[in-house]
């Protein structure tokens, strides 16, 4: 019973690992179609929206990069948590009732939440400033 347990425990936890990890991939794949630029004008105000020639604002261009890195990181952190929460739990259920183990395994889940709030909060105070930097 307690093989079952843990077996059953280990694929929910790999089932919610996988659905993390590919819910952004999969919600993109069904985007909407582009809309069809009509005029000169509008193609040239596309073109300088999308960062290429002729934008000249340096400003915009360095916090949009500033942003898309804190994005990446802060993206890698919540997986990272993510995982660590994984592990932690499967140690927790493979304890068998040692208090060490058990003690580890709830530190882990600890530090795992502790550091997703620390990161949502610095992701909060990095847009705060660069939002309004200009």
């Known amino acids: 019973m307690k093989k079952i347990f843990i077996t059953s425990s280990l694929f929910v936890s790999i089932i919610a690992l996988f659905g993390l990890l590919f819910t952004p991939i ?26 290429g020639t002729g934008s000249g604002n340096t400003a915009n261009d360095f916090t949009a990069v500033i942003k898309s ?27 068998n009732g040692d208090a060490n183990t058990v003690s580890s395994a709830r530190n882990t889940i600890l530090y795992a939440i502790i ?20």
């Open 26 to 51: 999969i919600s993109t794949a069904h985007a909407a179609p582009p809309v069809a630029v009509n005029t000169k004008d509008q193609a040239q105000d596309g073109v300088k929206k999308a960062g």
């Open 115 to 134: 550091g997703i709030v620390i990161a949502v909060m610095a992701y909060a105070i990095v847009n705060f400033v660069l939002d309004n930097l200009t």
């Open 69 to 95: 890195v804190i994005g990446i990181i802060s993206f890698l952190i919540g997986l990272i948590a993510v995982l660590m929460i994984v592990i932690a739990g499967f140690r927790f259920v493979t304890s």
